[in-house]
């Protein structure tokens, strides 16, 4: 007989990275609002300042207070502030019941060849990885409890492809491939998806379609359609592509 899945209730622990921006910043503190524990890292100290102040407001008396958060500077693309990381949050928090790995960047819009080589080696690295340093330090503290759901941020340019933007699609086509293989070296009660968040008018959206992009919904209008998604993820959701 096939395992039930079942939603954790009540306060969870998410973790999500580029958390002072955005997709992540937005993803919090909706989170938050619902009464969830944040563990956020970014790059820019003065941005995660910001967002904590924003936490504190927003809490109320249903939710979460705002010194059960926390959020640390970290960059993705070092795994030795990945691994800072993964300690300083099971000393104060425990193990995250919930990863989204939020954290990328894409390249100024160019053809292949005219891409220079360290903006094509910081798409790799922030969002390849970024990613896999994420889960070579916090993949083992869930599997020592076989729980746990991971989110791997993908694109709709993770399943198909447009001119100019390469790096950026060859990263999200990567992070797709990674999160079917791990999906099939996880035990039951976990699951690691691919999450394409949809088109979102966002720093990265207006690089590649400048003022256009504000024809495009926010990040705050998207935010709880995908709170509500990844609330409800369960192991049965384990290696799908899945969009917002």
């Known amino acids: ?41 970014a790059r820019t100290q003065d941005k995660l300042n910001s967002l904590q102040a924003e ?101 709709g340019w993770g399943r198909s492809a447009a001119a100019q933007v390469a790096p950026y699609c060859a990263s999200k086509w990567a992070v797709e491939g990674l999160t079917k293989s791990v999906a099939k070296e996880l035990p039951d009660g976990m699951a690691i998806v691919a999450l394409s968040p949809g088109v979102v008018n966002t720093d990265m959206l207006v690089s590649c379609f400048g003022s256009s992009a504000s024809l495009y919904q926010t990040p705050e209008a998207w935010a709880p359609k995908a709170a509500t998604m990844i609330l409800n993820l369960t192991m049965a959701d384990n290696g799908a592509s899945l969009s917002v």
């Open 1 to 41: 007989m096939a395992a039930v899945s079942v939603v954790k209730a009540g306060p969870r622990k998410i973790l999500i990275t580029g958390v002072s921006r955005g997709l992540g910043r937005a993803l919090a503190l909706e989170m938050a609002k619902r009464g969830h524990i944040i563990i956020g890292c």
């Open 55 to 155: 936490l504190s407001s927003s809490d109320n008396s249903s939710s979460s207070s705002s010194f059960e958060h926390l959020l640390m500077k970290v960059d993705v693309k070092s795994d030795n502030s990945v691994e800072e990381l993964a300690r300083i949050v099971m000393e104060r928090k425990g193990v995250p019941d919930i990863i989204v790995n939020n954290a990328g960047t894409i390249n100024k819009n160019n053809k292949i060849w005219e891409v220079p080589e360290e903006e094509f080696d910081t798409v790799v690295d922030t969002n390849i990885k970024g990613t896999a340093n994420m889960l070579r330090h916090f993949l083992p503290l869930m599997l020592e409890r076989k729980q746990g759901i991971i989110v791997n941020l993908s694109s």
